[in-house]
């Protein structure tokens, strides 16, 4: 388990955290427009927000994480793990409180386009994938 984990391919997994933040930006901003033609603008900076509250966790956990190089020890890949999702819940507690403390935002657009973004990491990690092969199901090769 240890030589998996520092023999991490840090190129996929930046390409895999790019996939996931652009999923989150495309339902963040659907969720947005929706806002915007359904209650107005308020709405739509209100959704906005909440996008941005789940991009910026989500990309905050991605640098923690991805930082290293190849051949970092499980160890040092482990607590940067730990770390990131320390700081993501920190981040997101700190930043839904301060925008749901203000008079300028709707909770409701806000807190719906923040539970889009999670869809965001479905749609990341489909577009980027497993590798594929030719096998077939019980075929030896």
């Known amino acids: 388990m240890s030589e998996a984990l520092s023999n991490l391919d840090v190129r996929k997994g930046r390409r895999q955290a790019l996939a996931v933040l652009l999923g989150q930006g495309m339902l963040g901003a659907i969720v947005a427009i929706a ?10 900076v209100s959704a906005a927000t909440g996008a941005g509250i789940g991009i910026a966790a989500t990309a905050l ?3 923690a994480m991805l930082r290293h190089g190849d051949g970092a020890s ?6 940067s793990f730990v770390t990131g999702w320390l700081v993501k819940v920190g981040f997101t507690i700190a ?5 749901l403390g203000s008079s300028k935002v709707d909770a409701v657009p806000m807190l719906s386009a923040y539970l889009a973004t999670f ?3 479905w749609f990341g990690a ?5 590798t594929k092969t030719k096998r077939t199901v019980g075929v030896d090769n």
């Not at 930043?95 to 925008?99: G, R, T």
């Not at 489909?126 to 497993?130: E, S």
């Open 35 to 44: 806002c915007l033609a359904v209650w107005g603008s308020r709405a739509a």
């Open 61 to 63: 956990m991605a640098f």
């Open 74 to 79: 499980a160890e040092r890949v482990a607590l």
């Open 95 to 99: 930043a839904l409180v301060v925008a």
């Open 119 to 121: 869809l965001g990491y």
């Open 126 to 130: 489909a577009r980027v994938g497993g």
